[in-house]
């Protein structure tokens, strides 16, 4: 039986606390650009429109948004590279 706890483990965490419009979404882009093709990126962000640009941002990109959780800081958003 898989361990779906897996999931939760990003392959590299991104810190965009503090950080605003349009930062978060411009660190994000980067950092997925170092990651190969199946790894997930873990991005903490507090700007109160990360969930909406990432959301954004992963669609147009064809990225897969695996989970988006609320945290004391802010958002914990879990990216999946797809291409």
């Known amino acids: 039986m898989a361990d779906s706890s897996l999931e939760k483990q990003p392959n590299q965490i991104l810190d965009c606390i503090g950080l605003y419009c349009p930062m978060p979404v411009i ?42 959780e609320k945290t004391d800081e802010g958002k914990r958003f879990l990216i999946r590279k797809t291409k």
């Open 27 to 68: 660190n994000t882009k980067d950092e997925m650009d170092s990651l190969a093709v199946g790894e997930v990126l873990e991005v903490l962000a507090d700007d109160p429109a990360a969930e909406e640009d990432l959301k954004a941002w992963a669609k147009w990109t064809g990225q897969e948004m695996i989970t988006i």
